[in-house]
C-alpha cells in the first residue's frame, strides 16, 4: 500500500466549491493585493487567537524579518535561537545585519532548551526567537522569565503550530504566538493552514508596532503615496487571503484530526522501547509533524520507503553544521543534541486525510521493523 508523507490533494478536493468560488469573487472585485479578502482574513485569524493585532505579508521568513525590524534589531546585534529549526528562522535575523546565535535543544520536546539560553546572552543580545516545531510549542514560561530578567524581546516562530497552546505559569493556556512580542506564521502549502502560494502572518498585542509593522510591509505607508518611512515589498495576495479564510474555518477539525493520528501512532509505539516518542508536559501539540527517534532511523527510514511509505527528517543537519553558518565557527560538540538528532530523527506520515487503513499499514510495517507481533 502507498503512503504518500503529506498529500494536499484530498483536502483540495474537499473543499474545492468553495475554494473556486472565493478565488473568482476576489478575481471579480480585482482586489488582488491586501484589500479586503486580506483584511477579512487578518480580522478572523486574530480572533481564532485571541489577539488583537494580525498582519498578512508574503511570508512567513519576511514576518520574522519584519517582527525583528520593529524590534530595532540591526547591525552588531545578537538574536538567539535553536540550533533545531528550519532556515528562515536564522536567515530572518542575518536580514537584519545581527548575527544569529544558536542554542541547543531539549532531547525530550526538541525544542530550543531554556537551560542553555542564559550562557549564551552577551551585551549585544537584542531577542530571542523560539521555535514551536513540529506543532509543539516551546516552553514559553521559562523562556518569558529569562527574557525579562535580562531586557529582551520575544518573537515565536509559529510557523508550525497554528492553534498549537502552552501554559504560562500566572497566565494559563495561551495560543502559540501570542505569548511574546510578536508571534510569526508561515501559510506555505504544506503547513497546518496552508495558502494556495506563500503567505504568512505577524501577530501582536503592542498596537503601534502593529502599525508600524503594516506600513514596513507596505512600503512604509498606511495611504497610496503617503510613506512616513522606507518599508519593503511584503504584503498578502487578496488570493491568499481568500483562500485561508475558507479553510481557516476547517482548521480545528484539521486539527482534531492530525492529534487523533497521533495518539494512535503514540499508543502503538508505547511498547517499542528502541523507538521515542517526543514527550510534552503542559503544551498541546498540533502536529505539523509527527517525529520519532531512534538509533535505527536509517534502517527503519530504508524499511518504510521498500514498503511503499514517506517518511521525512526535520532537519537532516542541524542550522550551526551547515555550510551556510560555517563562518560562526561552531562545531558539532556546542550543540550535543541537537548534531545527534541528525542521524535519529524521523517524520512518519502525517495529514489529517491520512486513511485509517494507511495509518495501521504503518504502524504495522514499523512494529514489523522492531520484530513486534502487532
Ligand atoms: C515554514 C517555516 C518558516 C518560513 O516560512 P515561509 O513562509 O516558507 O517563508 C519559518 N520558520 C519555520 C520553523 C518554518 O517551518
Known amino acids: 500500500m502507498k503512503v504518500p508523507f503529506v498529500d494536499l490533494k484530498e483536502q483540495q478536493e474537499e473543499i474545492k466549491v468553495e475554494i473556486n468560488r472565493a478565488i473568482q469573487n476576489v478575481i471579480d472585485s480585482t482586489q488582488y493585493i491586501k484589500g479586503n479578502f486580506v483584511s477579512e ?41 535553536t540550533a533545531n529549526t528550519f532556515i528562515a528562522t536564522a536567515e530572518a535575523i542575518t536580514m537584519t545585519g545581527a548575527k544569529p546565535v544558536f542554542v541547543d535543544c531539549e532531547l525530550s520536546t526538541f525544542n530550543i ?9 552577551s551585551d549585544r543580545t537584542k531577542a530571542i526567537i523560539p521555535v514551536h516545531l513540529y506543532g509543539l510549542p516551546a516552553n514559553m514560561g521559562a523562556i518569558m522569565k529569562i527574557a525579562r530578567n535580562h531586557g529582551l524581546y520575544v518573537i515565536e516562530d509559529s510557523s508550525q503550530a497554528h492553534l498549537a497552546e502552552v501554559f504560562v505559569e500566572g497566565a494559563g493556556w495561551k495560543k502559540a504566538g501570542t505569548v511574546g512580542d510578536f508571534g510569526t506564521f508561515s501559510f506555505y502549502p504544506g503547513k497546518n493552514l496552508g495558502a494556495f502560494g506563500d503567505a504568512g502572518v505577524i501577530i501582536t498585542n503592542n498596537e503601534s508596532l502593529a502599525i ?27 488570493i491568499q487571503g481568500a483562500i485561508l479564510n475558507i479553510k481557516l474555518n476547517y482548521l480545528e477539525k484539521w486539527t482534531a484530526a492530525r492529534r487523533t493520528i497521533a495518539a494512535k501512532y503514540n499508543d502503538a509505539f508505547k511498547s517499542i522501547p528502541q523507538l521515542s516518542i517526543p514527550n510534552y508536559p503542559e503544551m498541546h501539540h498540533v502536529y505539523h509533524l509527527y517525529v520519532v527517534r531512534t ?41 550535543p543534541v541537537a548534531s545527534m538528532l541528525e542521524s535519529q530523527v524521523l517524520s512518519l506520515p502525517m495529514f489529517p486525510e491520512l486513511k485509517e487503513i494507511q495509518l495501521d499499514y504503518v504502524i504495522e510495517k514499523i512494529r514489523e521493523f522492531y520484530n513486534k507481533k502487532s
Open 41 to 81: 482574513f487578518e480580522k478572523n485569524f486574530a480572533s481564532k487567537l485571541n489577539i488583537p493585532y494580525c498582519i498578512g505579508v508574503g511570508n512567513g521568513t519576511d514576518a520574522i524579518y519584519i517582527a525583528l525590524k520593529m524590534l530595532g534589531v540591526g547591525f552588531n546585534d545578537e538574536v538567539i535561537t
Open 113 to 121: 532548551d531554556p537551560n542553555k539560553i542564559e550562557n549564551k546572552i
Open 212 to 238: 508600524k509593522a503594516r506600513m514596513f510591509a507596505d512600503h512604509g505607508r498606511l495611504s497610496k503615496y503617503n510613506h512616513d518611512f522606507e518599508g519593503i515589498n511584503s504584503r498578502m495576495d487578496g
Open 295 to 335: 538509533e535505527k532511523r536509517n534502517e527503519l527510514q530504508k524499511y518504510l520507503t521498500q514498503n511503499e511509505i514517506s517518511t521525512g527528517i526535520h532537519y537532516p543537519i542541524a542550522l550551526p553544521n551547515l555550510p551556510a553558518y560555517a563562518h560562526l565557527g561552531y562545531s558539532r560538540e556546542d550543540f
